[in-house]
């Protein structure tokens, strides 16, 4: 059964750093694109990063402003995120996600299949 399990967030203050995990099983990691997402109370998820299958290409969203890494560990099944200079509204459930096809609507889609993990940010 494919499984992601994100990790490594917590309650830090601002201005501090965070490692977030994604441990992939179930599937071949390697044949995937991956991304991060996040979502704050009562808004709508938000993406964040995408890296390609050998980790070679990477891309941000608008609202990083060159805080977030991404990387990947494809002999581990690992996917990181790599947070510095938390600020308040860095607060939200981070999750990771898979790049598949989607047979019925023919298109690329993404694929949560992780609980998420909570990042808050507070002084």
């Known amino acids: 059964q494919a499984r992601l399990k994100e990790s490594g967030g917590g309650s830090v203050q601002p201005g501090g750093s965070l490692r977030l995990s994604c441990a992939a099983s179930?599937?071949?990691?390697?044949?995937?694109?991956m991304g991060w997402f996040r979502q704050a109370p009562g808004k709508e998820r938000e993406f964040i990063a995408h890296?390609?299958?050998?980790?070679?290409?990477?891309e941000y969203g608008d609202s990083v402003e060159g805080r977030f890494t991404i990387s990947r560990n494809n002999a581990e099944n690992t996917l990181y995120l790599q947070i510095n200079a938390l600020k308040p509204e860095d607060t939200a459930v981070y999750y990771c996600?898979?790049?598949?096809?989607?047979?019925?609507?023919?298109?690329?889609?993404?694929?949560?299949w992780g609980q998420g993990t909570q990042v808050t940010v507070s002084s």
């Open positions: 996600a898979l790049e598949d096809y989607d047979v019925t609507a023919q298109s690329m889609t993404w694929r949560f």
């Open positions: 179930g599937f071949t990691f390697s044949d995937y694109e």
């Open positions: 890296i390609s299958w050998s980790g070679g290409m990477t």
